[in-house]
């Protein structure tokens, strides 16, 4: 009886473990009528960014934030310069313990806004 015991709790010890890294994919589309220039995605901790030089018109970049070194709650930053050469600061989402309740955040840059979808 105690190797039953035993084999269930290192089951149920390794099923808990990640099997995949924390953090959150994202995905940037440009669908404004010009480029758009250093772009940058983050958490609000700042620890790590992705950082993408340009966005043309019409093209999507994508990546993987992780956010294995993040520790408290927050939320996600997008940063960029916009056609008409002023900075866009956008913060969205919110993360809890450092880890993300999403997988996926997509942004479609527009001329005069951001879209945002969690998925």
């Given at each position: 009886?105690?190797?039953?015991?035993f084999?269930?709790?290192?089951?149920?010890?390794?099923?808990?473990s990640?099997?995949?890294?924390?953090?959150?994919?994202?995905?940037?589309?440009?669908?404004?009528?010009?480029?758009?220039?250093?772009?940058?995605?983050?958490t609000?901790?700042?620890?790590?960014t992705?950082?993408?030089?340009?966005?043309?018109?019409?093209?999507?970049?994508?990546?993987?934030l992780?956010?294995?070194?993040?520790?408290?709650?927050?939320?996600?930053?997008?940063?960029?310069?916009?056609?008409?050469?002023?900075?866009?600061?956008?913060?969205?989402?919110?993360?809890?313990?450092?880890?993300?309740?999403?997988?996926?955040?997509?942004?479609?840059?527009?001329?005069?806004?951001?879209?945002?979808?969690?998925?």
């Amino acid at each position: 009886m105690n190797k039953i015991k035993f084999i269930l709790l290192l089951i149920l010890s390794n099923s808990c473990s990640p099997l995949i890294e924390n953090g959150i994919i994202v995905e940037i589309e440009n669908n404004s009528k010009l480029s758009v220039i250093g772009v940058q995605f983050y958490t609000t901790e700042k620890l790590i960014t992705l950082d993408f030089d340009k966005i043309k018109p019409e093209e999507t970049m994508s990546g993987f934030l992780s956010m294995k070194n993040n520790k408290s709650d927050g939320g996600y930053v997008l940063d960029f310069i916009g056609a008409n050469g002023e900075k866009e600061h956008t913060v969205v989402g919110y993360y809890t313990n450092g880890g993300s309740l999403d997988r996926k955040v997509k942004f479609t840059i527009e001329t005069k806004k951001t879209l945002v979808k969690f998925d």
